[in-house]
């Protein structure tokens, strides 16, 4: 299983981005899909989720109207698109598999390497 994160980058405050996961060695529509952020000095926070079939979105609070999670299962890459961002957005972005097929229990087995999101003028 390899999952591979790009498009961070360093992004002014009210700005946009968006995250790129490619996904491989595994069935990609049968496994929910989450990002999970880690801030400087700070631990995990889960950011957002997508159903196996892309039907369903789960968003942490601060995020809705900001953050938008999708799938492409044709092309097995899950997006993070991002706007209105804030400096407390400056983070680490993971995307992690979901570890039940066809579930969502929000326990992941498989990481991807992290891409790096900062935000500042």
């Known amino acids: 299983v390899q999952l591979v994160e790009s498009g961070g980058g360093l992004v002014q405050p009210g700005g946009s981005l968006r995250l790129s996961c490619a996904a491989s060695?595994?069935?990609?529509?049968?496994?929910?899909m989450s990002w999970v952020r880690q801030a400087p000095g700070k631990g995990l926070e889960w950011v957002s989720a997508?159903?196996?079939?892309?039907?369903?979105?789960y968003s942490a609070e601060s995020m809705k109207g900001r953050f938008t999670i999708s799938r492409d299962n044709a092309k097995n890459t899950l997006y993070l698109q991002m706007s209105s961002l804030k400096s407390e957005d400056t983070a680490v972005y993971y995307c992690?598999?979901?570890?039940?097929?066809?579930?969502?229990?929000?326990?992941?087995?498989?990481w991807g390497q992290g891409t790096q999101v900062t935000v500042s003028s």
């Open positions: 992690a598999k979901d570890s039940v097929r066809k579930g969502r229990t929000y326990e992941y087995d498989y």
């Open positions: 060695g595994f069935t990609f529509d049968d496994y929910a």
């Open positions: 997508i159903s196996w079939n892309g039907r369903s979105t």
